[in-house]
C-alpha cells in the first residue's frame, strides 16, 4: 500500500476542496491515485467537478500579437524564475520579439519553432537566441508554448488580463467587422479569461469525458438517494451533467455582463449580430494562463534565510 503524505493530502484537498480527513481517507482508500481519489470523493458527495487547471506556480508573462488586418493572431508563453524578471522592460522586450517571429512562423511545434533561425539575428537559432537572453538577464527562462489563429472570414480578437497573467484569442467568423462587433469579440475573450471555460460549444466536449462523468455522478446520486429508481437517478444525472456542461462551455456560460443575470454567451452574441445586421459565429478561442499546469517548488523564506545564515 502507498504511503499517503501531507504533501498529497494538500494537493487533493486544493483540487477538491474536500476536507483534509476525507482526503487521507480517499487516499488511503485508493492506494494514492490522485485521480481515483477525486472520483472517490466526488462518488462520495465529498467534492466538487474538481476540474483539473493545473496549479498556477512558473512566473513569466503571455503575449498576444496581431497581424495589421487582425486576420491572424499569435499567443505566446514565455517563463522566467522570478516575478521581478517578469516585470522587467528587457524580458517584456524579447518576449515582444518572440511573439513577432511565433506569428509568422511555419513550424508546427515548439521544438521546430526553437530550431529555426532567430528572425533579429539568423546566424542563431531561437533556442540560441534565447540562451543569450538567459546570460543577459540572468536566470532561467523558457519558450514554453505558442499558437497561431487565423480568420479569413472575419477576424481575431485578443485580451491580455493582469499584464500577462493570461492571454485569450477568439476567432470570429463575421460578414459585418464594426466597432460593436469588435467590442462584443472583446468581451467574449474577457468572458474566457475570467471563467475559464474548457470548450467553446458542447459539440467540442468528448462524449468519453461525458459517459466518465455519468459514472461518477450516477454512483453519487446513488448514494445520496438510496431509495430513488432508476428513472429519478437518470433525471439527477442528466440534470447535473447539463449545469456542468454550461460551466465548462464558453457560449453556454451565463454573459458576465448580462444585466438579467440569465443571457447566455450565445444569446449575447446573437443579440449583437441581429444589432448589426450580421452573421456572427465565435469558432474557437485559446487561453493561456501563465505557469498553468507547471508545478513549482514552495519555498519558505524564513527556512531559506535562516538557512544561508547558518542557524
Known amino acids: 500500500m502507498a504511503t499517503v503524505t501531507a504533501g498529497m493530502v494538500k494537493e487533493l484537498r486544493e483540487m ?4 483534509m480527513m476525507d482526503c487521507k481517507k480517499a487516499l488511503a482508500a485508493t492506494d494514492g491515485d490522485m485521480d481515483k481519489a477525486v472520483e472517490f470523493l466526488r462518488e462520495k458527495g465529498l467534492a466538487g467537478a474538481a476540474k483539473k487547471a493545473g496549479r498556477i506556480a512558473a512566473e513569466g508573462i503571455v503575449m498576444t500579437k496581431l497581424s495589421a488586418d487582425e486576420k491572424k493572431a499569435v499567443v505566446v508563453e514565455v517563463n522566467a524564475e522570478t516575478d521581478f524578471v517578469a516585470k522587467n522592460e528587457k524580458f517584456q522586450s524579447y518576449v515582444s520579439d518572440v511573439a513577432d517571429q511565433a506569428l509568422v512562423t511555419t513550424a508546427a511545434d515548439i521544438d521546430a519553432f526553437l530550431a529555426e533561425k532567430w528572425t533579429k ?3 542563431l537559432t531561437v533556442a540560441e537566441a534565447l540562451s543569450a537572453q538567459i546570460s543577459i ?10 499558437q497561431q489563429v487565423e480568420e479569413a472570414n472575419g477576424f481575431v480578437a485578443s485580451y491580455i488580463h493582469a499584464g500577462g497573467k493570461i492571454g485569450v484569442l ?4 463575421t460578414d459585418v467587422i464594426n466597432d460593436a462587433v469588435k467590442e462584443m469579440a472583446k468581451n467574449v475573450a474577457m468572458q474566457a479569461a475570467a471563467l475559464k471555460p474548457l470548450y467553446t460549444s458542447e459539440s467540442e466536449v468528448d462524449a468519453a469525458y461525458i459517459e466518465k462523468e455519468k459514472e461518477i455522478l450516477t454512483v453519487a446520486a446513488k448514494n445520496e438517494k438510496p431509495d430513488a429508481n432508476d428513472k429519478i437517478i437518470s433525471g439527477m444525472v442528466m440534470g447535473r451533467i447539463k449545469k456542468e456542461l454550461k460551466e465548462i462551455c464558453l457560449l453556454d456560460q451565463v454573459y458576465v455582463k448580462a444585466e438579467d ?15 448589426n445586421g450580421a452573421k456572427i459565429a465565435i469558432k474557437k478561442f485559446v487561453r493561456f494562463e501563465t505557469g498553468e499546469g507547471i508545478e513549482k517548488k514552495e519555498e519558505n523564506f524564513a527556512e531559506e534565510v535562516a538557512k544561508q545564515m547558518g542557524m
Open 261 to 275: 443575470g440569465k443571457q447566455s454567451v450565445a444569446q449575447y452574441v446573437a443579440e449583437v449580430a441581429k444589432a
Open 121 to 123: 539575428d539568423p546566424s
Open 137 to 146: 538577464i540572468g536566470e532561467n527562462m523558457k519558450i514554453r508554448r505558442f
Open 170 to 173: 477568439v476567432d470570429v467568423e
Open 16 to 19: 477538491t476542496g474536500a476536507g
